[in-house]
């Protein structure tokens, strides 16, 4: 699987932004997808995730409430609805795809087998 991040920016506090991650190489509904993001001098953190069967969703707690996760299977593509952005939300976000792995994992990063190149959010105060 080869994914594509996009639609990172420069943004204001409180503001929005939607990242999009296409998928192409194998059949993407049969993975999990999730958004991770790296700020500067910190560890990769887990984000969201959206499972392959039910479209159930699942988001770390800094995010819950001004994140969303969604899928479209007909078009490849995973997105990440950022809304009321802080500047702690600063970061390198990445999209990772897996297939097969258990439910307790989903916010392990080491369970994904595939990576996007990564998409640059910054939020201004």
């Known amino acids: 699987v080869q994914l594509q991040a996009s639609g990172g920016g420069l943004v204001q506090a409180g503001g929005s932004l939607r990242l999009s991650c296409a998928a192409s190489g194998r059949t993407f509904s049969n993975y999990d997808m999730a958004w991770f993001r790296q700020a500067p001098g910190k560890e990769r953190e887990f984000v969201a995730a959206?499972?392959?069967?039910?479209?159930?969703?699942y988001f770390a707690d800094s995010v819950k409430g001004r994140f969303t996760i969604s899928r479209s299977n007909a078009e490849n593509t995973v997105y990440l609805q950022m809304n009321s952005l802080k500047p702690e939300d600063t970061a390198v976000y990445y999209c990772?795809?897996?297939?097969?792995?258990?439910?307790?994992?989903?916010?392990?990063?080491?369970?994904?087998?595939?990576w996007g190149q990564g998409t640059q959010v910054t939020v201004s105060s």
């Open positions: 990772a795809a897996r297939q097969g792995g258990i439910l307790t994992t989903i916010r392990d990063g080491s369970t994904y087998d595939y």
């Open positions: 959206i499972r392959w069967i039910g479209g159930y969703t």
